[in-house]
């Protein structure tokens, strides 16, 4: 769905609106220094809870040799592959550091956005990074360009609700599969029936299905924040009752 902000933007909208592109898109360009030359890459990543980027790098790949002597980078997420006018949708350039990342909840974020890289995460030359953001570049339509700090690019703390993510998605996955499915294709307009949960944060859940050639994803954003394990199912429950009364897609 593509992303848009009104004239009446303040920065907390702003902020809600980066975050949206943080967490809807699985890969960036990545731009690094080389020997003092800017040089970028295509990377796959995800975030945190609170919207940070996570990145799955390989000590072999020049950007990795790159950010180790210099860990400036800069992140360019954008929703331009799914328009016919790439320069006409909303992108985000964040400017920030890369640091090692040990988290293990960290690394299962990764691993549900990228289940692919469970046949590399393990080896010894494949290193996690979180990208601490420091300032963030907003282009969200013609004449509606804003620079946004980092407090404003950081979702609300919710240690409860990411203490028990990998329990409610476990839930879901067994329990409520026919739930997911309804969000996925009454409520996003996507097809397949296969859905499952990959992720829930703050402001949104993630889906992901197979399919021929790769994996589809979609997002689910959350009307109003929502911090603990107790409010998730409430809204949860809610989003489902809400696809079961909506029409099927046609």
């Known amino acids: 769905m593509p992303l848009a902000v009104t004239e009446a933007d303040d920065p ?12 809807g898109r699985g890969h960036a360009a990545l731009a690094t220094l080389s020997a003092g030359r800017p040089y970028v890459s295509l990377v796959a ?9 996570l990145l799955l790098l390989s000590d072999l790949a ?27 949708a909303a992108r985000l350039t ?13 690394a299962a974020r990764f691993a549900a956005r990228h289940p692919e890289s469970a046949a590399y995460a393990g080896f010894a030359d494949f290193h996690f990074y979180r990208v601490v953001v420091e300032r963030g570049h907003l282009v969200a339509g013609f004449g509606r360009i804003a620079w946004l700090d980092a407090p404003d690019l950081r979702a609300a703390p919710a240690p409860r609700l990411a203490a028990a993510e990998a329990e409610i998605i476990a839930h879901m996955n067994a329990d409520h599969a026919d739930a997911l499915a309804l969000y996925a294709t009454r409520l996003l307009g996507r097809g397949g029936s296969d859905w499952r949960m990959t992720g829930i944060d703050p402001e949104g859940l993630d889906l992901r ?8 994803t979609t997002r689910l954003d959350f009307a109003a924040p929502v911090l603990t394990p107790a409010a998730a199912r409430r809204v949860l429950a809610a989003l489902a009752e809400t696809a079961r009364a909506a029409p099927p897609s046609a």
Not at 45 to 53: I, K, L, Q
Not at 68 to 88: K, N
């Open 209 to 216: 299905r197979s399919s021929e050639g790769g994996g589809e």
């Open 94 to 106: 964040i400017i920030g550091r890369a640091e090692r990342c040990a988290d293990p909840r960290a």
């Open 62 to 88: 020049q950007h990795t040799r790159n950010l180790l002597a210099e860990p400036s980078v800069s992140l360019l997420f954008d929703e331009g592959a799914d328009r016919p006018d790439p320069l006409a």
């Open 45 to 53: 990543s995800a975030c945190e809870h609170d919207a940070s980027p």
């Open 12 to 23: 907390a909208a702003r902020g809600a609106l980066a975050r949206r592109l943080i967490r």
